[in-house]
Nanobody, 116 residues
């Protein structure tokens, strides 16, 4: 079965950088898009960045110019480069793959804490 495993989270100071990785195993068909969501304690889960099957990207306004989503098809891995991190970026970040005709695939999440 398909599994998504996130890595790269941790504690970082404001202004610092982290790169999240999402390694996918198993065969995935009919992909519409892949993306990163985040959820802070007591808050709703929100879309941070997405990349379509055609390679186009979009970002939440709060992270534009700071975050970059990318993928390595050969390694079946999705990335989120996060620069100039702010305390408001603190959250659990989840990898997501949106596919046709079935429920989305989700990773278990990786905690990012931005604090001095």
């Amino acid at each position: 079965q398909v599994q998504l495993v996130e890595s790269g989270g941790g504690l970082v100071q404001p202004g610092g950088s982290l790169r999240l990785s999402c390694a996918a195993s198993g065969s995935i068909f009919n992909i519409n898009a892949m993306g990163w969501y985040r959820q802070a304690p007591g808050k709703q889960r929100e879309l941070v960045a997405a990349i379509t099957s055609g390679g186009s990207t979009n970002y939440a306004d709060s992270v534009k110019g700071r975050f970059t989503i990318s993928r390595d098809n050969a390694k079946n891995t999705l990335y989120l480069q996060m620069n100039n991190l702010k305390p408001e970026d603190t959250a659990v970040y989840y990898c997501n793959i949106d596919v046709k005709y079935r429920r989305d695939y989700w990773g278990k999440g990786s905690l990012v804490t931005v604090s001095s």
